[in-house]
């Protein structure tokens, strides 16, 4: 049961336009989301976060929407640079004090931005 | 400013062989947790360490155990290792929550054939 679902595998966008990645969750319980970013044969790298209080989070070229009521939020890059090609996983987690920051991870969305 | 460190980087096991991964943080964090990654599967929470000396089954503790003697440390073992074991494994730690930034090593390659 995948409770966190990027069901787009890849996405290929050129540089300097928007790129959209997306994530869909199925627990209700679940009340901090948070995007993480991978290069080959390194760790997965903190993006951007958001707490189910608000509805978007800005950090430089970075937003991330949530929209609860769909159970749905978006990453946004705004412009891409070939250096944002990489794997973007959607993460989720519970109420803190019984979740003990345990994450439950996408399957990841291979993001390639073509110069 | 080392992070999470995991050792070996790579290993290559026979079936039924055992061994141990070891991760390190210097970052003082209470909680510590390991994944891992396939493909298609994203990465999944196996044990996790809420302080030093306890442990706690994630979503995919079969297979596998683990243990936190010292803060900064948390192994990861394997009694007898299958092929299904043949994966990415990433150890992570992490601030108490609220916070719910999770820090991740390099990761760990390991083959059983």
Redesign the interface.
Known sequence: DQQVKQNSPSLSVQEGRISILNCDYTNSMFDYFLWYKKYPAEGPTFLISISSIKDKNEDGRFTVFLNKSAKHLSLHIVPSQPGDSAVYFCAASGAGGTSYGKLTFGQGTILTVHP | NAG?TQTPKFRVLKTGQSMTLLCAQDMNHE?M?W?RQDP??????IH?S?GEGTT?K??VPDGYNVSRLKKQNFLLGLESAAPSQTSVY?C?S?R????????????SRLTVL
Do not use: Q
């Open positions: 999470v909680y947790y994944y298609g599967m994203g990465l999944r929470l996790y809420v706690a994630g979503e990433f992570a992490s108490r929550p609220p916070f719910g930034e999770l820090f991740f090593g390099e990761g």
